[in-house]
Nanobody
Framework: QVQLVESGGGLVQAGGSLRLSCAAS????????MGWFRQAPGKEREFVAT????????YYADSVKGRFTISRGNAKNQVYLQMNSLKPEDTAVYYC??????????????????WGQGTQVTVSS
């Protein structure tokens, strides 16, 4: 079992920055793939970014590439999402996700076994 708790959401003006954090507990952190997803009102949950085991390769949705950075602090069992140049269309609830048995489809919701409760990010224009 893995427990995930997100923090760091809030209200920011367009062009601003936020840093989301996700604290993981319950399993050897370095052995699991971690991801961030988001869900806007009336829309499906969508992939944002993922980072492989041990802080290896990272992958991003095209819509956030060059603006968002995912990283992990294995010593602190945390994963971060640095969000810069935020746009109103980034407004959503952001979810941290953990994948204990990676099968190659990091961009899909079904790949991940554990989810946090979500944190709201609102970008005003």
């Amino acid at each position: 079992q893995v427990q995930l708790v997100e923090s760091g959401g809030g209200l920011v003006q367009a062009g601003g920055s936020l840093r989301l954090s996700c604290a993981a507990s319950g399993r050897t952190f370095g052995s699991i793939v971690m991801g961030w997803f988001r869900q806007a009102p009336g829309k499906e949950r969508e992939f944002v970014a993922t980072i492989m085991r041990g802080g290896g390769n990272t992958y991003y949705a095209d819509s956030v590439k060059g603006r968002f950075t995912i990283s992990r602090g294995n010593a602190k069992n945390q994963v971060y999402l640095q969000m810069n140049s935020l746009k109103p269309e980034d407004t959503a609830v952001y979810y941290c996700a953990a994948d204990g048995y990676y099968s190659g489809s990091y961009w899909t919701v079904s790949e991940y076994d554990y989810w946090g409760q979500g944190t709201q990010v609102t970008v005003s224009s």
